[in-house]
């Protein structure tokens, strides 16, 4: 089935470090989005973005966050300054369409704040 | 508070039985309903999903069950394999756009 990319699959950072994750979406495919999982909990929302700009955000979608998809080419999630509670998997996912359509999910980068 | 509430944190069967997995809601506004499938390391796939327009959903092995009226649905996993042992989450979405998770259930499928 259609891939979704995600870069890179682990990264250890300093607390108050900057960190971009990047999503490789389906290729044809117009929304996107971020979503956080804390280790043994469910996956909570972020973001999504489409032409260009944040649809919908979350309460987690901190102000530190920021998302962006420059020229078609990845689909970033930046945190600047990193915090300890930022430790977790994000996933990122993309879809065609927006309404009940199926989301692609890529295999995950796993942060770990120090 | 937790709008999709998955019942059992584990569910363990013996191969070849029909795993039942339930969930329930409480926004009355979500219209799809997809099930992920999970394994360690990896990114959730989708399983099979149902609209709210519909009770039933049936793919090869697995179907969903919905109630409307209850807010509940389950996913019946007919004559369970060991390689269907996975993390297995409930979702849900009015519209579109997000999609919110239920806690998942760790399913064990044991020969």
């Known amino acids: 089935g259609p891939k979704v990319l995600q870069i890179p699959s682990h990264q250890i950072i300093d607390m108050g470090q900057m960190v971009t994750l990047n999503c490789d979406p389906v290729s044809n495919h117009l929304y996107f989005y971020w979503y956080k999982q804390i280790l043994g909990q469910q996956m909570e929302f972020l973001v999504n973005?489409?032409?260009?700009?944040?649809?919908?955000k979350s309460k987690l979608f901190k102000d530190q966050f920021s998302v962006e998809r420059p020229d078609g080419s990845y689909f970033t999630l930046k945190i600047q300054p990193t915090a300890l509670e930022d430790s977790a998997v994000y996933f990122c996912?993309?879809?065609?369409?927006?309404?009940?359509?199926?989301?692609?999910f890529g295999p995950g980068t796993r942060l770990l704040v120090l | 508070q937790q709008q999709v509430r998955q019942s059992s944190q584990s569910l363990t069967v013996w191969e070849g039985e029909t795993a039942i997995l339930n969930c329930s809601y409480e926004n009355s506004a979500f219209d799809y309903f997809p099930w992920y499938q999970q394994f360690p390391g990896e990114g959730p796939a989708l399983l099979i999903a149902?609209?709210?327009?519909?009770d039933k959903k049936e793919d090869g092995r697995f179907t969903i069950f919905f109630n409307k009226r209850e807010k509940n649905l389950s996913l019946h996993i007919k004559d369970s394999q060991p390689g269907d042992s996975a993390t297995y989450f409930c979702a849900a979405t009015s519209s579109g756009q997000k999609l919110v998770f239920g806690q998942g259930t760790i399913l064990k499928v044991y020969l």
């Open positions: 973005f489409y032409n260009g700009k944040v649809m919908e």
């Open positions: 149902i609209r709210s327009v519909s």
């Open positions: 996912a993309s879809s065609f369409r927006r309404n009940q359509d199926t989301q692609y």
